[in-house]
């Protein structure tokens, strides 16, 4: 029998050394991988049972009854690891679709890949992949040609077979609603709908999209036509609530040069800028969200036109079409407005002009311009994408007919470009046909990426300023946040926050550049209004022992429910993730009331700590100082943001009461009790019943603390209770919060 227990200990050993490089790493839980560490287990086994020389039936039984456990333990290990709608595809491979014509126009099948030759900056490249994308099934075909798919975005857990994805038409319908009239909205919608029931089949598969002011997620990647159907119900019901944020390109303005009577006007060119740029990045949020699928796809971006205000949204919209081709996307661009009519003194919707303009034919032609320029931005966007722009029409059927068409046939070559490197440079791409007489229409080239180190200080900030405003949320390292709340003298309530990073994913070797940790925080009010902003940066220091990084800082603000975010980014490989939580500060009831539990596990020596806290309505780097109430006599307590203690820490807590009644010589009496209880309700510890008097007049409350040793508690979760009593008044505040122990 101890033979049998040390074989299986031997085993199991060896089984644990070789899955343990498999457990903490991110990999594809493919059929190969499986393969690989099995094969890897049977060899470590094969040579561990060479090396006893046993005989026995029975012992030889019992080895492979154990390597049989350890192939089970394997594939649950893959099965626990597996990624969820992932849709990995090398970033190295360059894919172009590729769309085969005759001389009538009709699509060309059964070419091979040695029929195509394919060069980069007039260097032939050797084609790696090739497949022939073939969706011919009738309009309005029955449900049951292929089986009901949805694939949600790639942070939700389901689980979606690539070659499924790939075998459909990939639809995605971004509705641009700033700006857009609410009879432009309804003409949008409906014409997807009439798409929708007329002509899509189950070969489509659609997602849809709504900008306003922000991205919001209609429907998921689908070709359930009911499910789009009832999202399209829902986005019906926004025409009615839409608020035109940005003015009409098209409305005729006054001369500025003209008599305007004295009245000001106020200048909103920046704001426009910032506007249109913050469109464009919305279309590049879709685009990077389907960026792994390794297939065509058409974008119809329905608006009402992008107007250019600077030379940035030129900037921007160079980066739009190198999102679109990066991630092998046509857009086939809708002006919502259809055939427009200009008024000659202005439509019903705005002012008419006045002055010289009037009568000079200035604020026609400025008309006129303004809607060339609105709708060439949109043609733009199609043209260098592969796709086509429809405007000066009130029927956009059309649009879904071309990109359908467009999507039906193609050709999908992928090759490795020759070129060593990622310069951030533009190649071109050129692909000829060994068939005669063929017309090919492709994709005409490509911007390669670059390291995140090559870019500029305004590109870095830029990219930053982009994740924000498009409302993703990057998790590439982790984060924990804590949020606790102060009430102040003046009726605001200040806000401490602390983030704290694991060091081991931040530092990325050594080297003399400075690695530095950017911080953007803001917190946005019921409304959506921000009304907190906070920019920072961290030193990252690989010779620090310590095993994380903690920020800290606070937000000072009126009682009410806040979301409040933060976005970090290390600036050696450019990784950023983000947080982002609710809060919600209670109105100052005006009697016996705490703040939040600040839990910690040491004190630092800080006898003034100050938080740098940027003032309303200032500009963000206008800050001032507020002392810090995470202080325990001449210390600072160092929150704990997962609240998770291990056995050999102490237990700190620090809160505050408010409105406790003070005696004659300005003292307070309140009494502390409190007890540690585990989860089914059992009593395990009591601190001593303590009593405190002092009040922090610049706080405005009473400061109270408790300590706790935690080496008697065995692991797990536990709840501490906190009961204090005014001995004054007998009012009685009643605290509880968990806690874990490991």
């Not at 409305?251 to 305007?260: H, I, L, R, V, Y």
């Not at 590439?476 to 060091?503: H, I, M, T, W």
């Not at 800290?552 to 603000?557: D, E, G, K, S, T």
Request: a neutral charge; hydrophobic letters at 40%.
């Amino acid at each position: 029998m101890r033979k049998m227990t040390c074989l299986r200990l031997i085993v199991y050993l060896n089984i644990k050394n070789t899955l343990s490089p498999l457990r903490g790493s991110s990999f594809s839980a493919t059929p190969d991988r499986g393969l690989t560490a099995s094969a890897t287990i049977l060899c470590a086994a094969a040579r561990l049972f060479s090396s006893l020389h046993v005989k026995s039936v029975k012992f030889v039984a019992h080895f492979f009854a154990v390597l049989a456990f350890a192939a089970l333990l394997v594939w649950s290990q893959i099965a626990q690891t597996r990624p969820r709608v992932q849709f990995r595809v090398s970033t190295e491979l360059v894919l172009v679709d590729v769309r085969a014509l005759d001389s009538h126009s009709r699509p060309i099948t059964g070419l091979k890949a040695s029929d195509f030759e394919v060069s980069e900056d007039g260097i032939p490249q050797k084609i790696e992949s090739f497949r022939e994308i073939q969706l011919q099934s009738p309009p309005g075909a029955v449900a049951q040609e292929k089986e009901r798919l949805v694939v949600p975005r790639q942070h939700e857990n389901v689980e979606v077979p690539l070659a499924k994805v790939t075998e459909h038409r990939l639809w995605i319908l971004l509705f641009n609603m700033a700006g857009m009239q609410a009879d432009e909205m309804i003409h949008a919608v409906d014409s997807a709908r009439k798409f929708m029931r007329q002509t899509m089949t189950m070969d489509d598969l659609m997602a849809v999209y709504s900008f306003t002011g922000e991205l919001r997620l209609v429907c998921n990647l689908t070709n359930d036509r009911d499910l789009l159907l009832r999202a399209l119900d829902k986005m019906d019901k926004l025409s009615t609530q839409q608020d035109v944020s940005i003015p009409d390109s098209t409305a005729a303005s006054a001369d500025q040069s003209d008599d305007q009577l004295g009245e000001f006007i106020a200048d909103d060119t920046e704001f426009a800028i910032f506007d249109t740029n913050r469109q464009l990045v919305a279309l590049q949020s879709v685009l990077q969200l389907y960026k792994e699928i390794p297939a065509r796809k058409a974008l119809l971006y329905f608006s009402a036109g992008i107007s250019q205000r600077d030379t940035s949204n030129l900037d921007e919209i160079g980066l739009t079409t190198d999102f679109a081709n990066r991630t092998n996307t046509s857009i086939y661009s809708v002006d919502t407005r259809g055939l427009v009519a200009l008024a000659p003194g202005g439509s019903a919707r705005e002012r008419g002009p006045r002055g010289e303009g009037m009568f000079s034919g200035r604020a026609v032609t400025d008309q006129l311009s303004r809607l060339s320029s609105s709708q060439e931005m949109m043609q733009t966007l199609s043209k260098d994408t592969g796709g086509k722009a429809l405007v000066d029409s009130n029927d956009f059927q059309p649009a879904f007919q071309q990109a359908r068409e467009d999507n039906s046939h193609y050709y999908l070559l992928g090759y490795y470009s020759s070129k060593p490197g990622r310069d951030g440079q533009f190649r071109r791409i050129e692909v000829r046909s060994r068939v005669p007489n063929l017309k090919l229409t492709f994709r005409r080239g490509y911007t390669s990426p670059k390291p995140f180190q090559a870019y500029s200080y305004k590109e870095k900030e830029e990219l930053l300023e982009r994740s924000i405003i498009s409302q993703q949320h990057p998790q590439d390292f982790a984060v924990d946040f804590r949020a606790d709340y102060f009430y102040q003298p003046s009726g605001q309530v200040l806000v401490p926050l602390s983030l704290k990073f694991p060091k081991r994913e931040l530092i990325h070797g050594e080297g003399s550049q400075k690695q530095k940790l950017d911080l953007v925080g803001f917190a946005r009010d019921a409304q959506g209004q921000v009304v907190q902003v906070l920019r920072d940066s961290i030193d990252l220091s690989a010779s620090d022992s310590s095993d994380a990084v903690l920020y800290q800082n606070a937000f000072m603000m009126n009682p009410g429910i806040y979301n409040v975010t933060f976005f970090a980014r290390e600036n050696r490989g450019g990784q950023m993730t983000s947080v982002e939580q609710q809060i919600k500060l209670p109105v100052d009831p005006q009697h016996l009331i705490a703040s939040t539990l600040v839990f910690g596990t040491n004190l630092v020596e800080n006898s003034n700590p100050q938080f740098q806290i940027s003032q309303p309505g200032k500009g963000h780097d206008e800050r001032i100082s507020i002392a810090s109430p995470l202080k325990i006599g001449n210390k600072e307590i160092i929150p704990l943001t997962d609240r998770v203690f291990s056995r050999l820490q102490q237990f700190y807590v620090l809160f505050y009461v408010y409105h406790a009644k003070l005696d004659s010589g300005g003292k307070a009496r309140l009494k502390l009790n409190a007890s540690i209880w585990d989860t089914g309700g059992k009593k395990l510890s009591d601190a001593p019943p303590v009593t405190f008097t002092d009040l922090d007049s610049a706080a405005g409350g009473v400061p109270c603390h408790v300590r706790f040793p935690l080496n008697k508690f065995a692991p797990g979760k536990y709840s501490l209770k906190i009961t204090v009593l005014d001995e004054l008044t007998q009012e009685q505040v009643l605290l509880e919060e968990q806690f874990e122990v490991r």
